[in-house]
C-alpha cells in the first residue's frame, strides 16, 4: 500500500514538500511523489486538489480520494468516479481562523466606514461620519459546519446579534440558529451583513438568484467565502444596482480565476479577493498521514465526505 500525492500545481507547495511534511507527521508511510511513483499497483490513496482521468486510469488499487481541501464538488461530479471510491477532505483550524477573520475584517470595514474615510482622507477632508454600532447590528452565517461555526462563534464574542443557518438543527451559544430551506428568507430579511461559507451541492447551486437576492435587507453586504456557484453572477449585479444588496464581497467567483472582462471587477458595488481568505493550511497534513493510517488499518476515516449529501 502507498499514498501518491499529486496535486499538479505549480504556484503552491511541491508534491516532494507535501510528501516530506506527511512523512514528518508519521515516519515510515510509504508516500511518493509522481516522480517516485515506482509500482502504480501498491497506490491505495491519492492525495489531490483536483482529481484527474489519468488518476483513475493508471491507479487501478485506488481506494481514497483524499481532498487537500474542503470543497470536494470537483472531484465528486468527475464522470469516471467510481462507485466505491471513498471521499476525505481536510478539516484544519488554520483555515477556519483564516475566513472566519476575513468576514470579520469586511465586516469591520463597512461598520467603521473605512473606505469613505480613506477617499476623504484622499481629498485632505476632514469628514466626520457615525461608525455603525455592532451590538446593534444583525450577521447572517449560512453554513454552521467547521468554518460557518467557527465565524459564528468569533462573530458572537465580538459582539454582534449572530443569525447561523444550516441544514441541520444547530446549537451554538449566543447565536440565533435556523434550519432548512424553509427559513433562508426569513433569515436573510434580518441581516445586515451575510456570510456565506457553505459547499457547492446541486442544492447550493444557484441558491442566491434574482428572488433570493430580493430577500435580502436594502443596503445590506452579502459576503461569500465558499463557493462561487452559490450566486448567480448576473443577477447578483442587477440585484446590487437596485440596491439590495448594497454591497457584495466575494472571495470565490464562478469561474476562477475570475476573467478579466468580467463586470464584477468594476462594478462599485463589489469587493473581489482572489480565494486568499483560507490561505494557510496549518497542520492539515497531519490528517493525511492520519487518513493513511486509518484506511491501511480499517478503522473510520477523518472528515469522510457523504457522497450523497454532496460535502
Ligand atoms: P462543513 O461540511 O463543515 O460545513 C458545511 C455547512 O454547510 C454545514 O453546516 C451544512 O449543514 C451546511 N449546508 C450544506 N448544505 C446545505 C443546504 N443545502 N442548506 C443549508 N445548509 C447547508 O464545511 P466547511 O465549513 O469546512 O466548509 C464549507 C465550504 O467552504 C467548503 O465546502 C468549501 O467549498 C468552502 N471553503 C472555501 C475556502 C476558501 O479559501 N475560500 C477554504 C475552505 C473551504 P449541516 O451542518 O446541517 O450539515
New binding site residues.
Given amino acids: 500500500m502507498a499514498l501518491l500525492i499529486d496535486t499538479g500545481l505549480s504556484d503552491w507547495m511541491s508534491d516532494a514538500e507535501i510528501a516530506e511534511s506527511v512523512r514528518n507527521s508519521a515516519p515510515g508511510l510509504d508516500v511518493r511523489t509522481p516522480e517516485s511513483l515506482g509500482n502504480a499497483d501498491e497506490v491505495t490513496m491519492i492525495a489531490v486538489v483536483g482529481l484527474r482521468d489519468d488518476h483513475l486510469t493508471q491507479l487501478p488499487n485506488l481506494q481514497l480520494v483524499q481532498k487537500l ?3 470536494v464538488e470537483t472531484i465528486l461530479s468527475h464522470p469516471a468516479l467510481p462507485d466505491h471510491m471513498r471521499i476525505a477532505r481536510l ?1 484544519p483550524d488554520a ?1 477556519a481562523q483564516g ?1 472566519a477573520e476575513w468576514f470579520l475584517a469586511y465586516i469591520l470595514c463597512t461598520q467603521r466606514n473605512m473606505a469613505f474615510h480613506e477617499a476623504a482622507q484622499q481629498r485632505a477632508e476632514w469628514a466626520p461620519k457615525a461608525p455603525i454600532f455592532s451590538p446593534e447590528t444583525v450577521v447572517g452565517v449560512l ?6 461555526g467557527r465565524t459564528a462563534r468569533m462573530l458572537h464574542a465580538v459582539g454582534f446579534k449572530v443569525l447561523g ?4 438543527p ?1 446549537q451554538i451559544d449566543g447565536v440565533t440558529c435556523y ?1 432548512g ?1 424553509d427559513t433562508l428568507s426569513e433569515t436573510l430579511g434580518q441581516c445586515d451583513h451575510v456570510c456565506a ?5 446541486p ?2 447551486i444557484g441558491m442566491f438568484d434574482a428572488a433570493m437576492l430580493a430577500q435580502m435587507k436594502p443596503g445590506s453586504q452579502l459576503l461569500n ?3 462561487g456557484d452559490l450566486i448567480d453572477e448576473t443577477a447578483l449585479i442587477a440585484a446590487l444596482d437596485r440596491g439590495t444588496p448594497g454591497h457584495a464581497v466575494l ?2 467567483t464562478s469561474q476562477e480565476p475570475l476573467p478579466a472582462d468580467s463586470p464584477l471587477w468594476q462594478h462599485p458595488g463589489v469587493t473581489i479577493t482572489p ?1 486568499v ?2 490561505w494557510y493550511l496549518g497542520d492539515a497534513l497531519a490528517e493525511v498521514a492520519q487518513n493513511y493510517q486509518n484506511l491501511t488499518a480499517g478503522t473510520p476515516l477523518l472528515h469522510e465526505v457523504d457522497r450523497l449529501r454532496g ?1
Avoid at 453554513?143 to 460557518?148: D, Q, R, T, V
Avoid at 443557518?165 to 441541520?168: A, L
Avoid at 461559507?197 to 451541492?201: A, M, N, R
Fill in positions: 481541501g474542503a470543497g478539516k483555515p475566513i453554513g454552521l459546519g467547521h468554518i460557518g443557518w444550516s441544514r441541520s444547530k434550519h430551506a461559507i457553505l459547499p457547492s451541492t442544492d447550493t467565502a465558499g463557493r472571495d470565490v480565494h481568505s483560507g460535502y
